[in-house]
């Protein structure tokens, strides 16, 4: 079992519909991430939280909307998207140790909007 | 300027060769510096982590050099399944601000 976890693998929606994408991780850890990764495009960070606050909205738009309930779970809910959202969403999930964090990745989920 | 910037390659490199990625970092605060490598429509994955000592894990170096703001990872004796794309990982402010390069794409040849 991976230590993060991510549900569903794939998903294609219209730009009418709303969904969620789950993330679950078992590390243990305190701070929960989304990446969004698009076509020859570094890895954007969206969102960040830590102990389930959030600490970093990088200029996402509204129609995505982050949640993390507790420092377990993250969702990222989804409404009236267009094409261009179209990539890969991953959940990440990290501790601080002395000032040092590293991010370990669930395998993401496909996101096609048509 | 970009946060963090790397050459995006492809590097095409035969077996057994040496190869070095170098990589940019604009905020002279940073911290924390890592190396993840992501193979196609994979997840990326921690590779190592680079210390101001710099480090070495098998074949796999690492530095850091803060006066330039650069990492560098070399890759030694190559192998087939090292072929992937390697991110550059540099945290922007706090240490949870993880900010990734467009990543080097590395292509080993038999």
């Known amino acids: 079992e991976t230590g993060v976890t991510q549900t569903p693998r794939h998903l294609v929606m219209g730009m009418t519909n709303k969904k969620s994408l789950k993330c679950e991780q078992h590390?243990?850890?305190?701070?929960m991430y989304w990446y969004k990764q698009s076509a020859k495009k570094p890895l954007e960070l969206m969102f960040v939280?830590?102990?389930?606050?959030?600490?970093e909205n990088n200029s996402v738009p509204s129609r995505f909307s982050p949640e993390c309930p507790n420092s377990s779970h993250l969702f990222l809910h989804l409404h009236t998207l267009q094409p261009e959202d179209s990539a890969l969403y991953l959940c990440?999930?990290?501790?601080?140790?002395?000032?040092?964090?590293?991010?370990?990745f669930g395998q993401g989920t496909r996101l096609t909007v048509v | 300027r970009k946060e963090v910037e790397q050459d995006p390659g492809p590097f095409n490199v035969p077996e057994g060769a040496t190869v070095a990625f170098n990589c940019t970092y604009s905020?002279?605060?940073?911290?924390?510096f890592f190396w993840y490598r992501q193979d196609c429509r994979k997840e990326p994955k921690l590779l190592m982590s680079?210390?101001?000592s710099g480090n070495e894990d098998g074949r796999f170096t690492a530095q850091l050099n803060r006066a330039s703001q650069y990492i560098s990872l070399l890759i030694r004796d190559s192998k087939l399944s090292d072929s992937a794309t390697y991110l550059c990982?540099?945290?922007?402010?706090?240490?949870?601000?993880?900010?990734f390069g467009s990543g080097t794409r590395l292509l080993v040849r038999p």
């Open positions: 990440a999930s990290s501790q601080d140790y002395n000032g040092v964090a590293e991010a370990f």
């Open positions: 590390l243990g850890h305190n701070a």
């Open positions: 939280y830590n102990f389930k606050e959030q600490t």
């Open positions: 905020n002279s605060a940073s911290q924390s």
């Open positions: 680079v210390y101001s």
């Open positions: 990982v540099v945290n922007i402010g706090s240490s949870y601000k993880l900010i």
